[in-house]
């Protein structure tokens, strides 16, 4: 039975429309305004990305400035980890031990696990992406080597990538989950599993509240209320005008406040693809 689900998650994601170049042009001025009409009266700063997956056209706000990538991060992390295991150089039921230097408090249930117990990668990478377990992704990232998944980043087009700053753009963001789309559509079966599992993350409080409940979503999430971060970057389904739609912000007046704002833009995003002809 579970390899027959396996199978059928895989099969489902073989009909993502790969990213296309931006051959044809899209009048994005009209969704560009709408846009600057919810965030220019909220406090903080919001960037936002758009990608239309059948044509490659592109739109955004502040898609170049530096944000927190907070748990967004997650994304390309484990991205590398999944094209490194579809070339062979690493198994996904490797098991890896959890030390004290990954202990992190915050979202996630391996924080409450016994130092020195061991999970296979497949189980931390399900754990940080559907959970975004902070202890998961500190074990995998270890495991992985900062640099390497750093320079995995500016391979993929990242401009905004610090080795030791968790920084990052709306647009690198944006990239990154066009990756993932391409990934799936070339290698279903990681591909599918990958995409499976942001599809069913618990965090859908932002660009897929906005979002019709017919319509699938796959979206990774971040947090640093610190600085009133609060992202969102999502792989937006749509039957006939799929998208990737990354939306990033700092010093915001608070979670209330963001989520609002990032559902609002989601909503105005969709209509707009929506209605494309």
Not at 16 to 42: C, G, M, S, T
Request: charged share 20%; net charge positive.
């Amino acid at each position: 039975m579970r390899l027959f689900l396996i199978l059928l998650i895989c099969l489902t994601f073989l009909n993502i429309p790969q990213p296309a170049a931006a051959d044809n042009k899209i009048n994005y001025r009209p969704l560009i305004i709408k846009w600057k009409q919810q965030i220019e009266h909220q406090k903080g700063v919001y960037g936002i990305f758009l990608i239309d997956i059948n044509t490659g056209c592109t739109a955004g706000i502040n898609e170049t400035k530096q944000f927190h990538a907070a748990s967004t991060i997650k994304l390309p992390i484990n991205l590398y980890l999944y094209k490194q295991i579809s070339r062979g150089h690493i198994s996904s039921s490797t098991k890896l031990t959890y030390l004290a230097k990954h202990h992190e408090e915050g979202t996630g249930y391996l924080k409450n696990m016994k130092i020195g117990s061991c999970f296979t990668i497949a189980e931390l990478s399900r754990a940080s992406i559907i959970y975004s377990d902070n202890v998961a992704i500190n074990i995998l990232y270890d495991y992985l080597g900062r640099t390497n998944v750093k320079n995995y980043m500016r391979k993929l087009g990242g401009r905004v990538v610090q080795n030791e700053s968790n920084t990052t753009c709306p647009k690198n963001m944006a990239l990154y989950m066009n990756e993932i789309a391409k990934f799936a559509q070339d290698n279903s079966n990681l591909g599918g599993v990958l995409i499976h599992h942001l599809e069913n993350t618990v965090f859908k409080e932002r660009i897929p509240a906005g979002i019709p409940a017919n319509i699938k979503v796959a979206n990774k999430i971040g947090n640093w209320p610190p600085t009133g971060t609060y992202n969102d970057v999502a792989l937006v389904q749509h039957p006939k005008k799929p998208y990737i739609l990354a939306v990033f912000s700092k010093n915001t007046a608070s979670k209330k406040d963001a989520f609002r704002t990032i559902r609002k833009i989601s909503r105005l995003t969709f209509e707009f693809q929506a209605n494309l002809k």
